[in-house]
């Protein structure tokens, strides 16, 4: 049957542990533990036992051995040893004669059948040179400095077990793709160390088997499998499961596999990493080459030996890079608990973001800005990357060592950042942490090209095939960096939760400080009333009880009683003035601001005639130029006039002829006032406080005043968003600016 | 009859009051009320006024910052009453801050005053405010 649509899954699909044959070299028999009664029966049997598979099943296990000089009791209480002791494998392998030869009888339980299987014994003399070649090889692996020497002695002691023209050490990438390590072989042949073989090469089910069944020899390629024949009725549609059998045939698809490479015996020890398949020894021969039992074992041995010492090896490397990042990471906690802020205790310190990972590059979006440390893509590269990042809908982290595949636009950026680890901060404010790798630009040699597993044969027909040349195929791989490490991952995950606890820490905070500035708000709104009304009152008290005395018994006072009492009167008008103007001071701080357009021509107009009230026998002239309107408060519009005009007012009061000029100017985007007098001026050295609370200058003092008009005007500016600053010079007069934004702050 | 009824709780205030109008020298009646209860009481013919005929004022002088019923209170209550519904009620405050004058006026005062703080100016308020609700002002009387 010729699938329409060929695809490796194919591969991935055909039932490797139930072929239904067994490699010819040996043979096997399945019986029920019970009864010891034949349910299959490789068709090769009758070359064992002289009996036809056929006429075995169904029998019991004592019918087997009737054509052979073995009786069947032998095989029964072997059966009956192993059993009681339910470990069957304890005695394998077994040695039997039978009809003049030595056979291994291999014994094993699985999946409610013993199977049985005989396969022919190898020379006496390798086992004390196998047990020599452990006894060497488990002194190798404590010596070993680095993994690679490790793997190159280990490929060299397996060859000597088993005597192959090849054995090489293939290791799995993350992506099952495969690399030849490490390489033992025989000076003719061509060297595969180096070469990449696509994950395809062993499919899925095949690297499940690997898992379980740690040894795998196929004698000769080039043999023809013999079939496994089922007792009539047994099981329904049910094969026999061979996935522990030492004989199980090989894929029609391996076998042209290896044909292809040349090679007519291979075998495979497989390497684990805590239960996973980290890599496998592939042993290659040229010629058909059947190793027996003990020495496979030996070679499992040394294999198992290996896979121990990589978990060693690998756990102690990760131990030592999780305790550096950890280190980090806690130092880098601390510098956050310490400085209590997050950009400087990650960026700014000796120990940075950077240290937490094997990372190149790092960069913190926070508060809208952006730090970069190390090789990082450029700022707006990261500010798009965060917006990448958010919509992905990342919650807490994210990882890749492929950033370009994910993310295209990072295809201009990497050299420095192909690979990418971010913790996000905050979602919303958009708020990440970034760590980069650059690419690994890999000069990978691919054993093929792993993009073209299809072949289409002569006669038209398309089939799944390996690949026919192993011709070394080139690619660069793009786009791909070092992967992230778990100890990487993890302490940038516990990184995250320090940043956060800081940061909702500091969210608490200002919320605990906000809810101190509304008390505080309403505790002065308290006390302004109290100024307003409570303190008022008993003034007014002291002013109209002093007028009446005055008024009725001045007639009976000294002159210096009348000046003292006059003083008294003179000093509650000061004080209700400064109460006053703290008054509208704070008014002008918390009340809302109700924004629209105000004709400031009316609004001017008004205040010159207030303030020509009050100044009568003045030459006080007031020339109002262009008005533009406004946008602002009308109260606290008129109070900000109404300060800067009665000031140009007063300081005008010594000049002959007093001048106050007022214009507006519209520009893009605001309206600037000016109020420019001819009075005495300032120094604009002391100009820096000139809208300090209370603070007067000096050669104000002759001039009444509380210190707090132009507080108050510079309460209002700031409350429009707007602007104030002027230009002065002692006796030459003072000009104020006020710019009012055109679009106010609401 | 009585020209001005006054309610207020400072007497001081109270006193001055009163030496003003005497300064005046027009014969005007007036009574000041302590506490807006009592005042309230007054106008309306309960508790300690009930069953009595009370007279009701040409003006009412209402400060609004007093201890108990505040003058806001008393504004309220006296408005919603048919007999002083229409009474001219003058706010008396020391505080000339927008809000208060604003939510007087909302409660339906005639008009706004604010305490000067001194004698002399007092005085001329007062004379001012006698002359226009005394003499000038055209008020609806509920019998």
Redesign the interface.
């Given at each position: 049957m010729t699938p329409s649509i060929i695809d490796l899954t194919n591969c991935e699909r055909e039932p490797i542990h139930i072929l239904g044959h067994i490699q010819s070299y040996g043979y096997l028999i399945a019986i029920q533990p019970d009864t010891y009664a034949i349910v299959h029966a490789s068709d090769n049997i009758v070359d064992l036992t002289g009996i036809e598979a056929a006429q075995l099943l169904g029998q019991p296990i004592s019918k087997l051995l009737t054509g052979t000089d073995l009786p069947g009791s032998t095989l029964i209480e072997i059966l009956n040893v192993v059993g009681r002791n339910e470990s069957w494998e304890s005695m394998n392998p077994h040695r039997l004669h039978l009809n003049g030869k030595y056979w291994n009888l291999i014994i094993h339980y699985y999946k409610g059948l013993i199977l049985l299987e005989w396969e022919p014994i190898g020379n006496d003399q390798n086992l004390s040179i196998n047990q020599q070649l452990i006894a060497q090889a488990l002194s190798e692996v404590q010596s070993s400095r680095t993994l690679d020497e490790l793997l190159q002695n280990t490929a060299r002691r397996v060859k000597s077990i088993i005597g192959y023209d090849r054995v090489m050490v293939y290791r799995f990438g993350p992506d099952w793709h495969g690399k030849v390590v490490a390489e033992e072989k025989d000076d003719d042949l061509e060297p595969f160390l180096g070469l990449h073989y696509p994950a395809t090469d062993i499919p899925r089910q095949a690297r499940e088997l690997y898992k379980v069944n740690l040894v795998r020899m196929i004698a000769d390629a080039g043999s023809v499998p013999s079939r496994i024949l089922s007792k009539p009725g047994w099981p329904e549609n049910q094969p026999l499961d061979l996935t522990h059998s030492v004989l199980r045939a090989v894929s029609p698809v391996h076998i042209e596999y290896l044909k292809n490479m040349g090679v007519q015996a291979s075998m495979s020890i497989s390497l684990l990493y805590r239960g996973e398949l980290w890599g496998l020894i592939s042993c290659h021969n040229t010629s058909p080459r059947f190793v027996d039992f003990p020495a496979r074992q030996a070679a499992k041995f040394v294999s198992q030996l290996l896979s121990a010492s990589l978990e060693f090896r690998k756990d102690k490397e990760d131990q030592t890079n999780l305790l550096q990042y950890q280190q980090t990471g806690q130092q880098l906690h601390e510098q956050l608990l310490l400085s209590d802020d997050v950009v400087r205790a990650l960026t700014k310190l000796p120990i940075t973001a950077l240290h937490v990972t094997g990372a190149t590059g790092a960069a913190l979006l926070f508060n809208n800005k952006v730090y970069r440390l190390g090789a990082t893509p450029d700022e707006n590269a990261i500010r798009a990357l965060g917006d990448w990042v958010g919509a992905t809908g990342t919650e807490s982290f994210l990882e890749t060592n492929q950033l370009p595949n994910l993310y295209p636009p990072a295809e201009t950026f990497r050299a420095v950042g192909a690979g990418l680890l971010t913790i996000v901060l905050s979602r919303e404010l958009n708020e990440y942490l970034f760590w980069f790798k650059p690419e690994r630009i890999e000069q990978v040699t691919w054993a093929g090209n792993p993009d073209k597993p299809v072949t289409v044969e002569d006669d038209g027909t398309r089939r799944l095939s390996p690949r026919k040349s192993f011709a070394a195929w080139t690619e660069i791989v793009h786009n791909t960096s070092e992967p992230w490490s778990e100890a990487e991952i993890s302490v940038v995950v516990k990184l995250r939760e320090d940043i956060l606890q800081i940061v909702t820490k500091q969210a608490n905070e200002i919320r605990l400080l906000n809810q101190r500035l509304q008390l505080a708000y309403e505790e002065l709104d308290a006390f302004s009333y109290t100024v307003?009304?409570d303190l008022?009152?008993?003034?007014?008290?002291i002013?109209?009880?002093t007028?009446?005395l005055v008024?009725e018994y001045g007639a009976d006072l000294t002159p210096d009683a009348q000046a003292l009492l006059q003083k008294v009167?003179d000093s509650?008008?000061r004080m209700?003035q400064l109460i006053?103007h703290i008054?509208y001071y704070s008014?002008m701080g918390r009340s809302e601001l109700d924004t629209q357009p105000i004709d400031m021509r009316q609004l001017l107009d008004g205040i010159r005639e207030e303030i020509m009230v009050t100044t009568k026998d003045r030459l006080l002239h007031f020339d109002i130029g262009e008005t533009p309107a406004i946008k602002a408060d009308p109260?606290m519009a008129l109070q900000l006039f109404t300060n800067l005009l009665s000031n140009a007012a007063k300081y005008t009061q010594l000049t002959t002829e007093a001048v106050v000029r007022i214009k507006g100017v519209q520009t893009d985007g605001e309206v600037i006032y000016s109020i420019e007098d001819n009075g005495i001026g300032f120094d604009m050295k002391q100009a820096g406080k000139i809208f300090d609370l209370f603070k007067r200058l000096e050669n104000a003092r002759a001039f009444d005043g509380s210190g707090v008009g132009l507080a108050i005007v510079k309460r209002i500016v700031n409350r429009h968003q707007g602007k104030i600053w002027f230009h002065s010079e002692p006796n030459q007069g003072t000009t104020f600016f006020v710019s009012f934004p055109v679009i106010p702050a609401t | 009859m009585i020209d001005v009824l006054y309610v207020e709780d400072n007497p001081n205030d109270a006193d001055i009051f009163g030496r003003l109008i005497r300064k005046l020298n027009r014969s005007i009646t007036y009574t000041v009320f302590s506490s807006g209860s009592e005042a309230l009481d007054y106008l309306r013919e309960q508790g300690r006024y009930e069953q009595q005929k009370t007279t009701l004022p040409k003006l009412l002088l209402l400060d609004l910052n007093l201890d108990g019923l505040s003058g806001l209170d008393v504004l309220e209550q006296t408005r919603a009453f048919a007999r002083t519904r229409y009474l001219p009620i003058v706010a008396f405050s020391t505080s000339d801050n927008p809000k208060d004058i604003k939510s007087a006026y909302e409660a339906g005062i005639n008009a706004y005053v604010v305490k000067p703080g001194s004698y002399q100016a007092t005085g001329a308020v007062l004379e001012k405010m006698c002359d226009f609700w005394l003499e000038n002002n055209t008020r609806i009387d509920y019998k």
């Open positions: 307003s009304h008022r009152t008993p003034l007014s008290s002013r109209c009880y007028e009446i008024e009167i509650t008008d209700r006053r008054l008014r109260t | -």
